[in-house]
């Protein structure tokens, strides 16, 4: 069939599709309709908060909120939130969901646990991670595809998940934080460990963006420091002509970039290259909080990857080894220190954890960190919302209660905005208009 007669074929068929649907009758549409009622409502994060609402959902998406509650249509299905504060889903802007294990336990299942069985893991992660409320994330680091295999999964409706922005391979220099075969033997890391993702010399670096982009990555990472996990310090790892060709390249297919930072140089070298946004970003300081204001440029803390690093000290004292234990330690006394800089300058903070540092599920714990160290409970909010929303080119889909965005819903028992830690249970999540079973 030639190209015109294949658009009229289609043509009909959209036309027959559109008579179907004028054809039903209010109480078919209604059918197909979730009312909720729901006691008080965060819609817009940094806004007035609703009283009784009701909140109408069809086809995944949010229909209309009414005040009060709302007699629904026969045939609508009814979920009573009455008692409860409901909230947009949670965005957690840095996440790896392959696993939550590190140190010398994450090492030692690198060596046995297959891409097959890893797999499995990551669903169960991203599982632990949408039951927490959060229905949307950003992946930072995908070893063999993985995160990008359950990303479009989820989204054929296969599997149950979180909506996921993936950044395929993070990438590196060569000896750099994401150079897998560091702190291995020769043989070990050259038999186990993926290469493509590591690049020299600005040519190098173009090659290495675009292999990601044609694997199908979402948005860029790469490291301009050293690790703490990597126990590779805190210094710059990459020249300046070699990030910028990464910035340059990622922005030239439409990529936003992601940048590891810990070093101050490193920081300032990919703000002033117009990174996106700087994660971790452990030293901050005025100047570079004033330029990260001026630029755009969103700062994800992660705060809560000390939690992890605490969790796993105090279960086994010699869970990392000696090089990467110092630098745990540095991490865990500066930690909110940054933030205490950048948020009071303007700082537009987007809400991430790290997790897979700290632990899967227990993505919430940010929120208190956020809170202890200079935030508000609802700029703590915002920022898992509207900013987190903002910093994944997701706006117009997700981040707030409003009508034709993602019904994408969650709510808690108490009141966030006096207490945040409410956050950290859940009382009902919704993804696309799916209940999600919490247990």
Known sequence: MNRPLIALALLASTAGIAATVSAQTPTEAASTQTWIHAGRVIAVPGQAVRGPTTIVVQDGRIAALHDGFMPAPAGAKIIDLKGKTVLPGLIDSHTHLGSDRAGNEGLAAAMTDGLALNSYETQWNGMKTLRAGFTTVRNLGDEGGKVMAYREAIKRGWVQGPRIVDAAESLSTTGGHMDGRVGLSDEAG????????????????????????????DVIKF???????????????????????????????????????????????????????????????????????????????????????????????????????????????????????????????????????????????EFELLVKFGMSPMDAIKAATINAAGLLGLEKEVGTLEVGKSADIIAVDGDPLADVRVLKRMAFVMVRGDVIALN
């Open 190 to 217: 050259e038999g186990m460990v993926h290469t493509e993702n590591l690049c020299d010399g600005v040519d190098d670096c173009r090659r290495a963006v675009r292999r990601q982009v044609g694997r199908g990555a």
């Open 223 to 365: 490291a301009t420091t050293g690790g703490v996990n990597s126990g590779t310090g805190l210094a710059t790892r990459i020249y300046e002509d070699e990030a910028r060709a990464i910035i340059d390249t990622a922005h030239a297919y439409g990529k936003k970039v992601a940048v590891h930072a810990h070093g101050l140089d490193g920081i300032k070298l990919a703000v002033r290259l117009g990174a996106d946004s700087i994660e971790h970003g452990t030293t901050i300081d005025d100047e570079t909080a004033r330029m990260m204001a001026k630029n755009g440029t969103y700062y994800v803390p992660t705060l809560s990857t000390v939690n992890g690093y605490l969790e796993r000290l105090a279960a086994n004292p010699n869970a990392y080894p000696p090089a990467i234990k110092k630098q745990i330690d540095w991490r865990i006394g500066i930690t909110g220190k940054s933030l205490q800089i950048a948020f009071p300058l303007g700082v537009r903070i987007a809400y991430g954890t790290d997790a897979g540092v700290s632990k899967h599920g227990r993505n919430a714990d």
